[in-house]
């Protein structure tokens, strides 16, 4: 699974880990199955939510979303079977086409009338920043996807290279992020909701098919996502099971788990402000403090590794602080949110 991190992280001076009871390949492992397994649960219940939305509103029923996540949870039944990277690929491929499609019509009604920036206020309260800053490192950093897509290439020096896979791509969805935020808010101003797909006006066809569009989207992806945790989880379990097993104990514990999420879904309908906390924790720490500490130790003992005037290193020093920013403020909000909603 995180094959990179791993190698990375065995890279480190052997009398740096002898010195500490922690171990970095085993604190990675379980923080990308928490994460994986939270996002699962997440998105599980966007797709729900984004079903429930549409067929309540085209059928005039009063389903419940508990409805939709057990309906949602049978075809993920099959898709969540799926072990080889390179059939999941192809599925990867058409929700990328669907989320482009979803994007220009949602362009289309942002711009089909002139925008007024005028009563949008253009810089938010300073308490909504900890969690802004989380939200987009836990959306940005994809570390549990992109890392075995890298091992999976036939050349994995064309990733990191520049122009490189990576760098494209994160151009790409950056700038795709700030486009439908920026002119989100300043279409529907403080009435934008987590997706701005759900301002588009429901009466009208065109709007409601980009719902659907983007749930269909993040369902033919669950695939590689649920790929990433079974990988790390079926490593560490493996050797209790005969071979003969193996494959019909990689479908139990697939289906179990499945089964173990849906259940959480459905017993936690409020899971973002959970998600929340899971992000700021493991994603700060994956996503930032992790990479630039091995960075770090690395480099350390190499004459001239962190560059002219030492760049490098200031550059993972002003990291490191942002990191722990997100992981200290972020908690704390997040934890406050849940208390709010189940104090």
């Not at 289309?108 to 938010?124: A, G, H, V």
């Not at 549990?144 to 990191?160: A, D, I, R, S, T």
């Not at 560490?236 to 071979?243: D, E, I, L, Q």
Request: aromatic share 12%; charged share 15%.
């Amino acid at each position: 699974m995180a094959q990179s991190l791993h190698n990375v992280s065995q890279m480190l001076p052997s009398k740096i880990l002898s010195q500490t009871n922690l171990s970095p390949r085993a604190y990675i492992d379980y923080s990308l199955l928490i994460v994986s397994f939270f996002s699962v649960c997440v998105y599980l219940l966007f797709i729900a939510t984004t079903l429930r939305d549409v067929v309540n509103s085209e059928l005039g029923i009063a389903w419940d979303t508990r409805v939709y996540i057990l309906l949602t949870a049978l075809p993920l039944i099959f898709v969540t079977q799926v072990r080889d990277l390179r059939y999941l690929v192809p599925f990867s491929a058409l929700a990328n086409m669907l989320i482009l499609v979803t994007f220009g019509i949602t362009l289309y009604y942002i711009f089909r009338e002139p925008i007024d920036l005028s009563q949008r206020e253009l810089f938010p309260e300073i308490t909504a920043l900890p969690s802004f800053f989380g939200t987009v490192v836990y959306a940005v950093e994809g570390i549990g996807v992109v890392l075995p897509v890298e091992n999976k290439m036939k050349h994995p020096q064309h990733f990191l290279a520049c122009p490189g896979v990576l760098s494209i791509v994160l151009s790409f969805i950056t700038v795709l992020y700030n486009v439908t935020g920026f002119f989100g808010y300043a279409r529907y101003g403080p009435q934008t909701r987590a997706s701005v797909t759900l301002n588009l006006p429901s009466e009208e066809k065109l709007a409601l098919s980009t719902q659907l569009l983007a749930a269909l989207a993040i369902l033919f992806t669950l695939g590689i996502y649920y790929y990433v945790p079974m990988d790390i989880l079926w490593r560490k379990v493996k050797h209790r099971f005969p071979v003969e097993r193996h494959n019909i104990a990689q479908i139990g514990i697939r289906f179990s788990i499945l089964i173990a999420m849906t259940g959480l879904a459905l017993g936690v309908p409020e899971l973002e402000p959970f998600i929340g906390l899971v992000g700021s924790i493991c994603s700060a720490t994956l996503g930032l403090l992790t990479p630039i500490v091995l960075d770090t130790v690395f480099r350390w003992s190499t004459p001239g590794a962190f560059g002219v005037f030492r760049w490098r290193l200031v550059k993972n020093v002003i990291l490191l602080a942002f990191g722990l920013f997100i992981l200290v403020v972020g908690t704390y909000f997040s934890i406050k949110d849940i208390v709010d909603i189940y104090g």
